[in-house]
């Protein structure tokens, strides 16, 4: 019987449990999911498939998970990057007021597609991302043929978005995009973090997480040092026992960056079979303490937790390389503690099935193993750079761009063939996000030229920001900090 797609005589990297990797290796696709994986015959190249993929010079291997990220600033890459700490965020603030408030859509519609585009490109299968407005990029991801977890974000003391227009919003978006596009959207419950929400709102968000108990809880987790702090104001010990009090600590939870995470954090994160999503280049990128804790990754991991990289906000350090968040990981780890914090056959791990476990789809996707998804990338490893072509696993990890990639299949349909995408018209999205920029410039104070980024004052930045939720928010912090060092 014919198969729909055969790749044979390839370098084929599993990522199965026991990490097999064939120097000459076939995979045999049929009906989305992946029914053959085993070394290849003399025969291989003459199987009857709707479509042959020659392997020789080629490395094949699981798609990439984005297991955190934001994507509607798309189109402002190159804005953020050479500003400092609070000019970024107060200008990041004030534009995703706007968003919240519906303004900007020309500019986060453009963002969906040409994150889309990128992460395609680069071999990116899957993303899950907390926006403001997710319905346009789950649209977009599925058109395209990607697999993406999409919510929008919900904060009492953020914006000035009234809590109960949060939530009916919240609730529209799982009632239309949950399990979309044959499966591949996704829809997900997202409380912002634990420093700009109320317990008022995370019980709501428990009692949203309630009525739908097949969804993911993503937030930000234990990220800055007010995290712990806001959950002493909102009458908990820590915020992870607030999350415990509230019955969001379970293996439902998707938890960013866990920075600083202390060792009973790790234990109890285990115990309840939660996971974590490690963010590497945003923070090395504008990390404002060097003496600052570390996400313990290698703990967690030794503890039994599923820990997956993310790219978090791309356009604030101008990178869509996922392969880049495997080395950073790495350089970040050993430049803070020592070398020899991971090894490469771990970050490539991560990169693929330890993403996908800590999403709750490691069953599906992740690696190439009969019976699962075919969520597959074919990379040209026939290249002086990949030369002599030894620890397939350490190249990955340390020396793979996007644009290695030449091939990507998601869910059994080829979306990229020989570096040229199928399902998105590149130079259509080019021009969208051209035009969505020019109007953004003509709209604000933000001049964005070929050499320079020049975003409003900070006195107009300032009479643009929201104005009640982070009054309230500083106001709360203030006050904790005050009760915490005179212990009243």
Same mark, same amino acid.
């Given at each position: 019987?014919?198969?729909?797609?055969?790749?044979?005589?390839?370098?084929?990297?599993?990522?199965?449990?026991?990490?097999?990797?064939?120097?000459?290796?076939?995979?045999?696709?049929?009906?989305?999911?992946?029914?053959?994986?085993?070394?290849?015959?003399?025969?291989?190249?003459?199987?009857?498939?709707?479509?042959?993929?020659?392997?020789?010079?080629?490395?094949?291997?699981?798609?990439?998970?984005?297991?955190?990220?934001?994507?509607?600033?798309?189109?402002?890459?190159?804005?953020?990057?050479?500003?400092? =700490? @609070?000019?970024?965020?107060?200008?990041? !603030?004030?534009?995703?007021?706007?968003? $919240? /408030?519906?303004?900007? %859509?020309? #500019?986060?519609?453009?963002?969906?597609?040409?994150?889309?585009?990128?992460?395609?490109?680069?071999?990116?299968?899957?993303?899950?991302?907390?926006?403001?407005?997710?319905?346009?990029?789950?649209?977009?991801?599925?058109?395209?043929?990607?697999?993406?977890?999409?919510?929008?974000?919900?904060?009492?003391?953020?914006?000035?978005?009234?809590?109960?227009?949060?939530?009916?919003?919240?609730?529209?978006?799982?009632?239309?995009?949950?399990?979309?596009?044959?499966?591949?959207?996704?829809?997900?419950?997202?409380?912002?973090?634990?420093?700009?929400?109320?317990?008022?709102?995370?019980?709501?968000?428990?009692?949203?997480?309630?009525?739908?108990?097949?969804?993911?809880?993503?937030?930000? =987790? @234990?990220?800055?040092?007010?995290?712990? !702090?806001?959950?002493?104001?909102?009458? $908990? /010990?820590?915020?992870? %026992?607030? #999350?415990?009090?509230?019955?969001?600590?379970?293996?439902?939870?998707?938890?960013?960056?866990?920075?600083?995470?202390?060792?009973?954090?790790?234990?109890?994160?285990?115990?309840?079979?939660?996971?974590?999503?490690?963010?590497?280049?945003?923070?090395?990128?504008?990390?404002?303490?060097?003496?600052?804790?570390?996400?313990?990754?290698?703990?967690?991991?030794?503890?039994?937790?599923?820990?997956?990289?993310?790219?978090?906000?791309?356009?604030?350090?101008?990178?869509?390389?996922?392969?880049?968040?495997?080395?950073?990981?790495?350089?970040?780890?050993?430049?803070?503690?020592?070398?020899?914090?991971?090894?490469?056959?771990?970050?490539?791990?991560?990169?693929?099935?330890?993403?996908?476990?800590?999403?709750?789809?490691?069953?599906?996707?992740?690696?190439?193993?009969?019976?699962?998804?075919?969520?597959?990338?074919? #990379?040209?490893?026939?290249?002086?750079?990949?030369?002599?072509?030894?620890?397939?696993?350490?190249?990955?990890?340390?020396?793979?761009?996007?644009?290695?990639?030449?091939?990507?299949?998601?869910?059994?349909?080829?979306?990229?063939?020989?570096?040229?995408?199928?399902?998105?018209?590149?130079?259509?999205?080019?021009?969208?996000?051209?035009?969505?920029?020019?109007?953004?410039?003509?709209?604000?104070?933000?001049?964005?030229?070929?050499?320079?980024?020049?975003?409003?004052?900070?006195?107009?930045?300032?009479?643009?920001?929201?104005?009640?939720?982070?009054?309230?928010?500083?106001?709360?912090?203030?006050?904790?900090?005050?009760?915490?060092?005179?212990?009243?």
């Amino acid at each position: 019987m014919a198969v729909d797609i055969a790749i044979h005589d390839a370098f084929v990297l599993t990522v199965d449990d026991r990490n097999r990797l064939y120097e000459q290796g076939t995979v045999l696709i049929e009906d989305n999911r992946i029914t053959t994986v085993r070394p290849s015959r003399d025969d291989d190249a003459d199987i009857a498939a709707g479509r042959v993929i020659d392997g020789d010079g080629k490395l094949v291997m699981p798609g990439l998970v984005n297991t955190h990220t934001h994507l509607e600033l798309t189109p402002l890459i190159g804005a953020f990057s050479d500003l400092d =700490l @609070l000019k970024m965020i107060g200008g990041m !603030t004030a534009i995703f007021g706007h968003i $919240a /408030e519906g303004e900007y %859509d020309y #500019l986060t519609e453009a963002g969906y597609e040409l994150a889309a585009l990128n992460f395609l490109a680069g071999g990116v299968t899957t993303v899950n991302s907390q926006d403001v407005r997710p319905s346009e990029g789950a649209e977009t991801f599925g058109v395209a043929g990607l697999r993406g977890f999409f919510g929008p974000a919900l904060s009492d003391l953020f914006w000035d978005i009234p809590v109960d227009e949060q939530f009916a919003r919240a609730r529209a978006f799982i009632d239309e995009y949950h399990d979309t596009y044959d499966g591949r959207i996704q829809a997900t419950i997202c409380p912002h973090d634990d420093w700009s929400c109320t317990r008022d709102l995370w019980e709501r968000t428990a009692d949203l997480a309630a009525e739908h108990p097949d969804l993911l809880v993503h937030t930000h =987790l @234990l990220e800055l040092e007010a995290s712990n !702090t806001m959950a002493r104001s909102n009458g $908990a /010990e820590d915020s992870l %026992d607030l #999350l415990d009090d509230v019955g969001l600590l379970n293996d439902r939870l998707v938890a960013a960056h866990f920075r600083l995470a202390d060792h009973e954090d790790i234990r109890r994160t285990a115990d309840a079979d939660a996971s974590v999503a490690h963010c590497p280049s945003i923070f090395c990128y504008w990390n404002t303490d060097g003496d600052v804790q570390w996400t313990p990754v290698p703990e967690l991991r030794a503890a039994g937790v599923d820990v997956g990289l993310g790219i978090d906000d791309h356009y604030w350090h101008d990178s869509y390389n996922m392969f880049g968040e495997a080395r950073q990981a790495r350089l970040a780890a050993n430049l803070k503690r020592s070398a020899g914090q991971y090894s490469s056959m771990e970050l490539v791990r991560m990169l693929t099935i330890e993403g996908a476990e800590a999403l709750g789809v490691g069953d599906e996707i992740g690696s190439l193993e009969p019976g699962k998804r075919a969520d597959v990338i074919v #990379l040209d490893v026939e290249q002086p750079k990949f030369t002599p072509l030894t620890n397939i696993p350490a190249h990955v990890a340390n020396n793979a761009a996007p644009a290695d990639v030449e091939t990507v299949i998601v869910n059994g349909d080829v979306v990229m063939r020989d570096g040229e995408v199928k399902t998105m018209d590149i130079d259509a999205v080019s021009e969208r996000v051209k035009t969505a920029v020019e109007r953004f410039e003509s709209e604000t104070d933000w001049e964005l030229g070929i050499g320079r980024s020049d975003p409003p004052g900070t006195l107009d930045t300032v009479r643009d920001l929201p104005k009640r939720g982070p009054a309230q928010l500083l106001g709360r912090l203030g006050f904790q900090s005050v009760k915490d060092r005179f212990q009243f």
